[in-house]
């Protein structure tokens, strides 16, 4: 009975000893895999990701060519809140009208692979659908879809700015004694690679070619060729004016309206070009110092030119390149059409560059300018919108400002060609601050153990200690081919420059040596084999 009772205790008190160690364990091999995914989620976290080669494409939050940004705040940019952004604001509307039908943008929403591409569609959606008659809200509409970002030519504190107007040139439909200066279309053997010859708009830059049979391409006539008469004849002429410095500028301006004689208006735009330079015929005249260049004016040129007909006649060759116009249908209120195709406006539309500006950009152009007279400093805080280009316009802080028609708007265009700076409006969605933030980070760099066990150069004492020893077996080899050892190969060598000695003795670092290939170690069975065959070969 005693034994009994002493089992019974002795089993209890096993059973009280092993059971939490049991409990224990089994909750060890439970929680055990969760143990270790935490392990290697920790280590995962720890290593940066392995980036694969080649590295992914990456878009750049902002890159137009040569050029150079600063990104800026609406309260730094001088002049912002003296501005009637209202104006703007009706400016910029005209210009949504293309942009939303526009539908050739590229896959990344590139536009010919400008840098805003298609991003102005979602503030153009918004103006579209409010018609905003306050200033104020239209400054806040600007300053709720854009970001200011001061731009200018890469080594160019500011930007450079001309004028440009639409001239009123009398004319006649018909060729007679007063007038007989053609105003030609676009010829029908222009030719410009890439384009259909009857496109409807061609590129202002590049070469353009005419046709000579079926194949033969050559330049198409400079401007000397055109006017000795290498296309008439082929019924071209849209008009005729009383002379060719009146078609100069015309062709300068881009546009013009021509007053005919029997009390009519027609208008005429650029259409296209005979591919060559445009030489600026103002520093033609400047370089000769003819006019000072504090002095040159649209005007001043003109004046030169009719006092000066056989000189006129050299000085507008020079500038070989030559425009042809299309007649467009516009009553004496439109103002002249851009080349975003709709009707500029007057002290708000601005011509810019086409290869890298998207038509519809807002640009803020703030600084001084000779608007009042040509010595006046008036202070210009202007928004304005990218409507137009010109074979001129180059740059990514160049424009063109548009002034309108006729006399005094040429005054003011004429005297125009300053420094002053430029702000370029972008859509937020492009805001080069915000998209830096996504770029992604290079790969990490090796650590200092990896970077001792695989050098990449030799250490500096080692590679003196090999140039050294390299010096000293050239000199020893130099001696041993010698066939005679006289005074003269003892003595030093006075004649040599110390330039040439340094070179003879100064050997380039060779490069660190690759690991040599691992040897192949056959297994004794192969051995063997090898062995037991070249025996049996031996015995036949």
Not at 241 to 252: E, V, Y
Request: hydrophobic share 35%.
């Amino acid at each position: 009975m005693v034994r009994e009772i002493w089992k019974r205790g002795f089993t209890a008190r096993r059973l009280t000893y092993w059971t939490p160690a049991l409990a224990l364990s089994l909750a060890a091999v439970a929680l055990a895999p969760y143990a270790a995914e935490a392990v290697r989620a920790r280590h995962r976290a720890a290593t940066p990701p392995v980036r694969h080669l080649p590295y992914p494409q990456l878009d750049w939050p902002l890159e137009i060519s040569n050029s150079q940004y600063l990104p800026m705040g609406w309260n730094d940019v001088p002049g912002w809140n003296d501005d009637d952004q209202l104006a703007a604001y009706r400016t910029f509307r005209a210009s949504c009208k293309p942009i939303a039908a526009k539908t050739d943008a590229a896959p990344d929403g590139r536009v010919d692979g400008k840098a805003l591409g298609d991003s102005l569609r979602d503030p153009c959606r918004d103006a579209r659908a409010t018609d905003l008659a306050d200033n104020a809200a239209a400054r806040a509409f600007f300053e709720r879809h854009f970001e200011p970002l001061r731009i200018s030519k890469l080594g160019d504190a500011d930007g450079f700015v001309t004028g440009y107007y639409e001239p009123v040139i009398e004319g006649s439909r018909t060729q007679n004694e007063v007038y007989n200066v053609p105003v030609y279309r676009r010829p029908s053997n222009l030719f410009v690679r890439g384009f259909k010859q009857d496109a409807t708009s061609l590129p202002n830059k590049g070469p353009v070619y005419r046709k000579i049979g079926r194949r033969k391409l050559v330049p198409y006539y400079d401007r000397a060729e055109i006017e000795d008469g290498a296309i008439e004849g082929r019924g071209l002429e849209i008009a005729w004016l009383r002379n060719q410095t009146d078609l100069l500028f015309a062709q300068i301006q881009g546009s013009a309206r021509i007053s005919l004689d029997d009390g009519s208006t027609i208008r005429i735009n650029y259409d296209a070009y005979n591919g060559l330079p445009y030489t600026p015929v103002g520093r033609i005249l400047i370089e000769r110092g003819i006019i000072p260049r504090e002095q040159m004016s649209m005007q001043r040129i003109r004046d030169w030119m009719e006092q000066n007909p056989e000189g006129a006649n050299e000085l507008r060759r020079m500038n070989r390149s030559y425009i042809f116009f299309r007649e467009v249908q516009l009553s004496e209120k439109d103002e002249a059409v851009g080349a975003q195709g709709i009707p500029l406006t007057p002290g708000r539309s601005i011509a810019v560059d086409k290869s890298l500006h998207v038509y519809g950009t807002p640009f803020f152009i703030t600084g001084e300018l000779p608007i009042e007279s040509e010595k006046s400093k008036t202070a210009f805080h202007r928004l304005m919108i990218a409507q137009d280009t010109g074979s001129a316009i180059v740059g990514p802080a160049r424009a063109d400002l548009y002034f309108g028609a006729g006399q005094d708007a040429g005054k003011v265009s004429g005297r125009l060609k300053h420094s002053i700076q430029f702000v370029m409006l972008v859509p937020k969605s492009l805001d080069p601050v915000a998209r830096g933030r996504k770029m992604p980070l290079p790969d990490a760099r090796p650590s200092e153990k990896i970077a001792k066990l695989f050098p990449q150069v030799l250490p500096k004492e080692a590679a003196k200690d090999q140039v050294k020893d390299q010096g000293q077996a050239n000199q020893a080899n130099k001696a041993a081919a010698s066939p005679v050892n006289d005074a003269k190969a003892s003595a030093p060598a006075a004649s040599a420059s110390p330039a040439t000695t340094v070179a003879q003795n100064v050997v380039a670092p060779q490069p660190v040596p690759l690991p040599e290939a691992r040897p192949r170690i056959e297994s004794d069975r192969n051995i063997r084999r090898l062995r037991y065959g070249r025996r049996h070969r031996n015995r036949r």
